[in-house]
């Protein structure tokens, strides 16, 4: 059913038609049969949807727009906000989930009266799934609240015909998230995943600060399981249980409020607690409960508002029961927390500690730590604790850490350490270090300072090899470099644009990062450093855009002219966020003529939009000349030396840093002498 209330924003009707906002605004400017704006304000205009879908249908820049698109448009429009939106469609999600014959029967008729009759329905729901709590995350809307939301659900429902009730609710979560990137700190997934593993198998799990619930979907389901979840915002709980109870078969246990002052589970016991709690809190409760029975350890410091959840999770946790928390690397070694820390290790608590790669989870700039601790039901003999530094993982540029790596360094090394006390020492990567060593002035947690230097990277040697391969790519490089071009007045090509070719069907157009999962997509920063593919994709519901060999790929926001050949490395990832991607007709265009004339200084400045901050391109207004595939060959050719050149570049500049990175390493380490 349309609803002719909801709003789409100049974005919101950009996303509709696959173009950039300066393409929008030239509409409004172009076209005064444009629909006019129904709300928002004067720099940030809201449009009726019916009436922009009619436009651009009628336009012909758009055939129809796909239900999904359609969805989210109302959700993001909903006169409540987007939340409300998401949390009424959760809800009957998961009715229809549990209850599919009872939609059918509510929904027949109104709206006036499906929103009368779902309440009754939806308490039973919801009460049967997530039982009775001081503080419910998820409260069953009355029918004044479901009224406005009503074509919503209805279109959730038919939405969820075509992709099922747990994939709609990941979509429109994921949207909603990827919308308001600064609202909401996220744990990505390989590290969730990471978290669940080293903490084991469990059949009750707490996440005492559960956000958006990606630590309590990770763990491994089990049977007669119980999740329970609690956080400060009440709007993330509420989503976090809807999005828990679609996921699977668990008994799901959601609260709101702040555990550390208003605990829902405070007779909890559990097997297992993940938490990725909020850092560098001073306003976390130090005045109220300088008394409260948690403090087993010893009474947090106002700044030490980590090692306040640390003692929260163990006293969550019944004897023998295991707590992973992602700690932030000052915890480690602040003054203030040394004697907390001290009694950790004597204790036998404080099982492990990780080094994680720079880029792990936010804030992405400072390696965070991983602390496994363990509430111990025996006193051991000789605590040992394990000490793990996966720094070498990171990735460079944007693209996260190779989670490959760090599972790799981590958990064999673990597992052999949990089982027995003992795990062989790999010089800076891991070392399991007897308790007393660490009882001094500082208690100094951080693992970079106790392991053993790792070996010379193949010393002199390597390095030597190094020096070789350098000078046969600057060798090649000289070899490679283009020959000066015969000079000629500026060509008067007749000319058409992108958005022009994508209409003839001489390419096709389409825009990256929104389908998932999938574990090699090419991101924008992968096209500008010429990398492999090194991000990935979250868990949504739209097909990814799979790249084939022979696309071009251009990144839309700051990157400068840049456009890339999708070769055999790429082939096969998903295309990314923030990209375009171009598929030429072989019968028509060569794609390194197509690339190579992207990539011109004035025709990518002429397609640019700007903000105060940013550029923004927008793809279909790029130009090129309008050519014979005979005559564009050739230009392709010579593109395609450039790029071969400019490879070479980059791989030059990469053996050099290793080559002075290896120098300095041997000569701070003594084993190359300066003669």
Request: charged share 25%; net charge neutral; glycine share 10%.
């Amino acid at each position: 059913m349309q609803d002719n209330a909801t709003e789409v924003t100049a974005a919101g009707i950009a996303r509709l038609a696959g173009v950039g906002r300066a393409a929008v605004s030239n509409w409004r400017r172009r076209h005064a049969d444009f629909p006019k704006p129904v709300g928002g304000t004067e720099n940030s205009p809201a449009f009726a949807l019916a009436e922009v879908e009619e436009w651009l249908r009628g336009q012909g820049k758009l055939a129809e727009v796909p239900l999904r698109e359609r969805v989210w448009q109302q959700l993001a429009g909903h006169p409540e906000g987007p939340v409300t939106g998401l949390l009424h469609a959760g809800c009957v999600l998961l009715l229809i989930h549990t209850r599919p014959t009872v939609w059918l029967e509510t929904s027949a008729g109104s709206d006036d009266r499906l929103a009368r009759l779902l309440p009754g329905h939806l308490e039973q729901v919801l009460t049967a799934r997530f039982g009775a709590l001081r503080t419910p995350a998820v409260r069953v809307p009355d029918a004044a609240a479901l009224r406005p939301s009503a074509p919503l659900l209805r279109s959730t429902v038919d939405l969820a015909a075509e992709l099922g009730a747990r994939q709609t609710y990941e979509f429109l979560l994921g949207r909603h998230l990827d919308a308001g990137p600064r609202q909401y700190t996220l744990t990505p997934a390989g590290l969730a995943a990471l978290m669940a593993e080293l903490a084991g198998p469990a059949r009750t799990a707490l996440d005492p600060a559960c956000g958006t619930g990606a630590l309590l979907r990770a763990i491994a389901p089990a049977p007669e399981q119980t999740l329970y979840g609690q956080d400060a915002a009440p709007e993330l709980a509420a989503l976090t249980a809807l999005r828990l109870a679609l996921h699977g078969r668990a008994v799901v246990r959601a609260a709101a409020g702040d555990s550390i002052r208003a605990d829902a589970y405070d007779s909890l016991r559990a097997d297992v607690v993940l938490c990725h709690p909020p850092f560098n809190e001073r306003n976390w409760g130090h005045e109220e409960l300088a008394y409260d029975p948690r403090w087993e350890y010893g009474f947090p410091a106002r700044t030490e508002s980590e090692l306040a959840w640390v003692q929260h999770a163990l006293a969550r946790l019944k004897d023998g029961g295991t707590a992973v928390l992602l700690m932030p690397p000052a915890a480690a070694s602040r003054r203030s927390g040394r004697r907390i820390r001290a009694d950790l290790l004597r204790r036998g608590t404080l099982r492990a500690v990780v080094a994680l790669p720079v880029g792990a989870a936010p804030p992405h700039g400072i390696p965070l730590h991983l602390w496994v601790l363990r509430r111990p039901d025996r006193a051991p003999a000789q605590p040992r604790v394990l000490l793990v530094d996966t720094g070498a993982a990171a990735a460079e540029g944007r693209g996260g850490p190779d989670w490959q790596a760090v599972r790799e360094a981590v958990l064999d090394t673990w597992h052999d350490f949990d089982r027995t006390g003992a795990a062989a020492e790999r010089p800076g990567v891991s070392r399991a270090l007897p308790v007393v060593e660490l009882l001094d002035d500082d208690v100094d947690l951080a693992p970079a300072r106790h392991l053993p230097p790792p070996a010379p990277d193949g010393g002199a040697a390597h390095l030597t090899e190094v020096r070789r391969r350098l000078g046969q790519t600057l060798r090649l490089t000289a070899d490679l470099t283009p020959p000066a071009a015969d000079s000629a007045e500026p060509a008067r090509w007749p000319l058409t644009t992108v958005g022009e070719l994508a209409r003839g069907g001489a390419l096709v157009l389409r825009t990256g990062g929104t389908g998932g999962p999938h574990a090699r997509v090419l991101t924008d920063h992968d096209v500008l450093a010429g990398d492999a593919p090194s991000g990935t994709l979250p868990d949504a519901t739209e097909e990814p855009v799979l790249l084939a060999a022979g696309d071009v790929v251009v990144p839309v926001l700051g990157g400068g002219p840049v456009a890339r050949v999708v070769d055999e490395r790429a082939a096969g990832a998903a295309l990314g966020r923030n990209l375009t991607l171009l598929r030429p007709d072989p019968a028509a265009l060569d794609p390194w003529f197509l690339a190579g004339f992207l990539r011109g200084t004035a025709n990518h400045r002429q397609a640019s939009s700007y903000a105060s901050t940013s550029a923004r391109l927008d793809v279909r207004r790029l130009q090129l000349p309008r050519l014979p595939l005979e005559q564009q060959r050739p230009y392709g050719r010579r593109f395609r030396e450039l790029a071969r050149f400019e490879e070479e570049l980059r791989q030059a500049g990469r053996l050099g840093a290793q080559l002075v990175r290896g120098m300095h390493d041997g000569l701070t380490d003594g084993s190359l002498l300066p003669e």
